[in-house]
């Protein structure tokens, strides 16, 4: 028997498409496809060649995003599974949105009303100034802060009511989508009380 028969035998492509064969493997080769041959001239793959820098950035990539989409769905399940747990019936759930949206409505309510009183302090505020002005003297410095503080205040408590506005919306539209989620998953009809 002859010391190559009892050898590995490798066969490996290079890069030009030539077969090679031989009992080892010349390292600029090692990153190449390569199949061992045994005696009875059976291969069999031993190293697929190896994955370029974009191949495997891709590929982490991609497991990347599996795991998220099955994050995704076992986030889904459970949002799912509560929205069964949490609401006795769609009464229920309706009940809860409305309950929502008027806490929001409470703290605006309040801030309207305080926005009232503080236009009505701007509007004789406004009127003291002028009434400076007309007699032709200097409007108090202390005169000119109140009106700019309160001016701001308004501001603020405008852009409050606004953001409170758009937090009913997102919580209307939030329960009302759980509502059609919630008539889906227990089958039950749709009635006239979505949207608020």
Not at 135 to 160: H, M, Y
């Amino acid at each position: 028997m002859s010391p190559l028969a009892s050898a590995k035998l490798f066969k490996w492509v290079d890069e030009d498409g030539a077969i090679h064969y031989s009992d080892n493997v010349p390292p600029q080769h090692v990153n190449r496809k390569r199949e061992v041959i045994n005696k009875s001239g059976v291969s069999s793959v031993v190293a697929d060649e190896a994955k370029s820098r974009t191949e495997l950035i891709t590929e982490r990539q991609q497991v990347e995003l599996r795991k998220k989409e099955e994050e995704n769905q076992r986030q889904a399940e459970v949002y799912q599974r509560n929205l069964i747990a949490n609401y006795r019936d769609e009464r229920d759930l309706i009940a809860t949105r409305d309950r929502n949206i008027e806490s929001i409505q409470v703290s605006v309510n309040f801030v309207e009303a305080n926005l009232g009183n503080l236009r009505f302090d701007l509007d004789g505020l406004v009127k003291d100034a002028a009434a400076f002005e007309r007699s032709g003297k200097k409007t108090p410095k202390l005169l000119k802060t109140q009106i700019a503080e309160t001016r701001n205040k308004i501001d603020e408590a405008e852009i409050f009511i606004k953001e409170k506005r758009i937090e009913q919306d997102k919580v209307r539209d939030k329960f009302n989508q759980d509502l059609e989620l919630y008539r889906t998953l227990t089958g039950t009809q749709s009635d006239t009380a979505t949207a608020r």
